[in-house]
């Protein structure tokens, strides 16, 4: 996969095809709900898509600053099609190596429910004490030391 920090507006449109495909068509996530003061622009926050060898563009996800040693993982979808390839690994992976390259010692993430085993994975532990609710869709605060 090709990892492309996002720079320009047209590579940013990509990655909000790839959001709106997974939030809002699969997983019926209101359209107003899904975006935000971080995508007004690329430099709203670090954005990042991955292109497949074929040229398609696969993956999507931003971190922001939550704290100033702690980048926030966001937004992280993986087109169907690309899902228990690896893709979704490689785009944290390559997030979480541009947020050390920033600076940051820890990552943050707000993992929908039925991804949390996904994220264990990966090295993420639980940190909320409950569940809670995000666009009506269960989800647990994780995190990890970069």
Do not use: N
């Not at 490689?90 to 429910?113: F, M, N, P, R, T």
């Not at 991804?115 to 909320?128: D, I, M, N, R």
């Not at 869709?137 to 990890?144: E, G, L, N």
């Amino acid at each position: 996969m090709k990892k492309i920090r996002i720079s320009s507006q047209e590579m940013l449109q990509e990655a909000f095809r790839i959001r709106m495909e997974v939030f809002v068509d699969e997983q019926q996530v209101p359209e107003d709900l899904e975006m935000d003061e971080y995508d007004v622009s690329p430099e709203s926050a670090r954005h990042m898509l991955l292109i497949s060898e074929e040229g398609v563009p696969a993956a999507a996800g931003r971190f922001i600053e939550y704290k100033p040693d702690t980048a926030k993982m966001q937004r992280i979808a993986v087109r169907g099609r690309f899902r228990g390839k690896g893709t979704g690994r490689e785009l944290i992976a390559a997030l979480e190596e541009w947020a050390k390259e920033e600076g940051y010692a820890y990552s943050v993430l707000d993992a929908q429910c039925q991804a949390e085993p996904f994220y264990q994975k990966l090295g993420y532990e639980t940190v909320s004490a409950e569940t809670f609710l995000d666009a009506g869709i269960p989800h647990v605060r994780m995190m990890k030391p970069l």
